[in-house]
């Protein structure tokens, strides 16, 4: 049975909100160390320009990204995580599909964003839907890698 995923921009103090970040920190402490939350603040996202996703089926939360503002024509991706049990089903193409789409509204003209190596999928999926390897842009870590993703804008 295939089940429709509706991803779009909600509250990031929602419960479900609070509960996909507190998992995927968890997750990421355990990958690398430390708390997982990358520097990540909910204000990040509470500021104009910037949005919380969340991805659900029937309802149900599975996933999440976040667009903060980077500069005035770059917005970056954070927070990007989805459920187990639901992975490789398409979730994180539609959050990136709609972080996209607001990018878009928002004015910017491209998304960053960056993954760590011990996430090999993540990084598979941002080629594989047009993100291209660009250098490190934020933290000291030198085995970060770091994407970007040109919107292209249509002529009205």
Not at 9 to 38: F, H, M, P
Not at 44 to 73: K, N, Q, S, W
Not at 88 to 112: D, F, S, V, W
Request: with cysteine; aromatic share 8%; glycine share 8%.
């Amino acid at each position: 049975m295939t089940h429709i995923v509706h991803a779009a921009a909600e509250d990031i103090r929602s419960e479900d909100s609070l509960l996909l970040i507190k998992e995927l920190s968890e997750e990421l402490g355990l990958l690398y160390g430390g708390d997982g939350t990358a520097g990540f603040q909910l204000s990040d996202v509470e500021v104009p320009r910037a949005a919380f996703i969340v991805a659900r089926i029937d309802g149900y939360p599975v996933g999440c990204g976040a667009l903060r503002p980077f500069d005035e024509t770059s917005v970056e991706v954070k927070r990007m995580y989805t459920r187990n049990g639901y992975r490789r089903k398409g979730i994180a193409q539609a959050i990136l599909a709609e972080a996209e789409r607001l990018a878009n509204e928002l004015g910017y003209t491209n998304l960053k964003l960056q993954t760590g190596p011990l996430q090999p999928e993540a990084a598979a999926l941002y080629e594989r839907v047009g993100y291209y390897r660009i250098p490190v842009f934020s933290g000291n870590w030198d085995r970060v890698l770091a994407y970007q993703k040109d919107l292209v804008h249509e002529k009205v």
